[in-house]
């Protein structure tokens, strides 16, 4: 049963190159997608126990195995992914190059369902570099000069932040830091050698947060992102940001432990450079026209509100943290999509550009709307009670610095307000001098962004249907 969510997408993405056709093509990378999920939801209700694919020798073993962080990630991907595929027909139809595409985007996933049943941090390293290498072709898709530039820093970076990670591997393995993940950690009473540990797990989490696209570690956020397709910005905005917040979890609540963390220099450091990440993104998404890489400078900002939330080590804020992981892919996804279908029916591409553009668009640009009000945090959408937890959480536990982590997020929330809403104000009103040209993208298009912007809104409206197993998730930390 644990193989069967990497089996799917592996088989799929082998005929994704393999088939030259494109509607058999669609139709086995769809039949891919929809047996991930369900094998995926198989998974989280059934269970499986822990199998081990390789004893390395020295204590070092490839496992997997899933649990509850797990589940939750797992449905998460694995729906994502499928929703936004029917988007990206007929998208990469107009590119061109169908088959790298759908090939690379199906071994991706594998590489994050991998990530999710990880049973220990070796197993999670190997699954994060694999997943690296598989995403950097939905990069390059383009061909172009810039995708190559883009490509390249993000491999980079990516090395970078991996180096990072394998040194606290390395430190984890000699004090007894490589079983398996269990809430609360897993290493032992270190004694003196706690200065060390801590050293490490603050490597570690920059490591881990260079794909999450925390400071100084995100510069190559902004670059990938806008020249990558709208279905592959979505993605990697959306989901695979999210394996740097997975990693993070990991190595601070499954193998380190709160107890070990919470009031070190080390969490104030990067609870700080979490908030920097926060304000600086906003601020700069502010003043960027152009609109996908004004929505990658937001992603920059977004996920570190994640990441404040697990930073403050308290069951508040790792539940914060939780619903901000879904809400922004829920939020950022839509975002991503309805912009890229913007640029696919316009060409135009900066933000000041889309006078009247609710008048032509008008589906896409609601999607676009409820987005952009989840990601601000205005009520009944779900990213508003997100960002209540992390900031009644923060102000709660940890008193002045609490307090300016609460400003922050509420300053950045009015900055976000600030470069959405008015793309939003000129598309709806464009004064009555405009005569608008329909201009609607398909079903295949329109069906994604709506069913995730009813997935940034409903959850809202019900709160409890989220919050509620989330809140005994975070709890389990502890």
């Not at 390395?56 to 589940?71: A, C, H, K």
């Not at 759908?102 to 694999?130: H, I, P, Q, R």
């Not at 619903?323 to 922004?328: P, Y």
């Not at 959408?381 to 307090?403: D, P, R």
């Amino acid at each position: 049963m644990l193989f069967l969510p990497l089996l799917f997408p592996l088989a799929g993405g082998i005929c994704a190159f393999l088939i030259k056709k494109e509607r058999p093509r669609n139709l086995c990378v769809m039949a891919a997608l929809i047996l991930t999920l369900a094998s995926s939801v198989a998974l989280c209700l059934r269970g499986a126990e822990p199998v081990t694919l390789l004893n390395i020798g020295g204590g070092i073993s490839l496992r997997l195995g899933i649990d509850g962080m797990g589940r939750f990630f797992l449905l998460l991907m694995s729906a994502v992914w499928l929703i936004v595929a029917p988007f990206a027909f007929p998208y990469i139809k107009h590119e061109g190059r169908d088959r790298q595409f759908f090939g690379f985007y199906l071994l991706t996933l594998l590489s994050l369902m991998g990530l999710c049943v990880s049973k220990n941090a070796v197993t999670l390293y190997m699954f994060y570099e694999l997943m690296t290498l598989l995403s950097i072709p939905l990069v390059l898709h383009s061909g172009t000069e810039r995708a190559r530039y883009a490509a390249l820093k993000y491999l980079g970076y990516s090395v970078a932040g991996a180096s990072l990670a394998l040194f606290g591997l390395f430190l984890l393995h000699h004090y007894g830091g490589s079983g398996d993940f269990a809430a609360g950690g897993i290493l032992p009473n270190v004694g003196s050698s706690q200065w060390l540990l801590v050293l490490a797990w603050f490597l570690m989490t920059l490591g881990f947060g260079c794909k999450a696209g925390m400071i100084p570690m995100q510069a190559w956020l902004t670059t990938a992102h806008p020249v990558a397709p709208a279905p592959a910005s979505a993605v990697l905005s959306g989901i695979i940001t999210k394996a740097g917040v997975l990693g993070i979890i990991r190595t601070t609540y499954f193998v380190f432990g709160p107890d070990i963390l919470v009031g070190t220099w080390a969490q104030k450091t990067l609870m700080i450079l979490a908030l920097l990440t926060v304000l600086s993104g906003s601020m700069l998404a502010y003043k960027e026209k152009h609109l996908k890489k004004r929505l990658a400078y937001s992603t920059v900002s977004q996920v570190s509100y994640a990441l404040f939330g697990l930073l403050l080590l308290t069951p508040t804020g790792a539940l914060g943290a939780l619903l901000q992981v879904f809400f922004h892919a829920a939020a950022k996804d839509v975002l991503f999509l309805a912009a890229g279908a913007m640029i696919y029916r316009t060409g135009r591409e900066y933000a000041d550009q889309y006078r009247g553009i609710g008048r032509e668009m008008p589906v896409t640009l609601w999607c676009f709307a409820i987005g952009a009000l989840s990601l601000i945090g205005i009520p009944p959408t779900g990213g508003y009670f997100s960002k209540w937890y992390l900031a009644t959480s923060a102000i709660e536990y940890y008193g002045a610095l609490g307090v300016v982590g609460a400003a922050v997020l509420l300053l950045s929330a009015l900055l976000t307000a600030g470069y959405l809403l008015p793309i939003v104000a000129r598309g709806f009103f464009p004064g009555r001098d405009y005569i608008p040209e329909r201009r609607e993208v398909g079903a295949s298009m329109l069906v994604p962004m709506i069913l995730l912007a009813l997935s940034a809104l409903i959850p809202g409206l019900f709160s409890g249907l989220l919050a509620m197993p989330l809140s005994l998730l975070s709890a389990s930390l502890f």
